[in-house]
């Protein structure tokens, strides 16, 4: 089991920027971060593995930053230039076994769920 604490959302101004961060109970191997709004199915935002490859969902790509300590426990996602399209509630995800790259950034793909983090962005 891995338990997963998020910290870090709130409330800004369009072209604000916030820095989430994802405490880990143990190192695993691929760490990942999601995001919902209501009636819609949770999006992959990005994903960092132990190797360090990372991949980005479209729309966050040169405004986030995902990001892992030395330590390998704490992930980070650091969202800059935010628009009102990002407020969403915000999950940490994490996954202990191999799965393919293109399915990184499918919810499915993961085992273990933080209790998440909200986001919201006014403009």
């Known amino acids: 089991q891995v338990q997963l604490v998020e910290s870090g959302g709130g409330s800004v101004q369009a072209g604000g920027s916030l820095r989430l961060s994802c405490v880990a109970s143990r190192v695993v191997f691929y760490m990942a971060w999601f995001r919902q709004t209501p009636g819609k199915e949770r999006e992959g935002v990005a994903f960092?593995?132990?190797?360090?490859?990372?991949d980005y969902e479209d729309s966050v790509k040169g405004r986030f930053t995902i990001s892992r300590d030395n330590a390998k426990t704490t992930l980070y996602l650091q969202m800059n230039n935010l628009k009102p399209e990002d407020t969403a509630m915000y999950y940490c995800a994490a996954l202990g076994v191999w799965r393919p790259p293109s399915t990184l950034l499918q919810s499915l793909a993961y085992e273990y769920w933080g209790q998440g983090t909200q986001v919201t962005v006014s403009s």
């Open positions: 960092f593995d132990l190797y360090g490859t990372t």
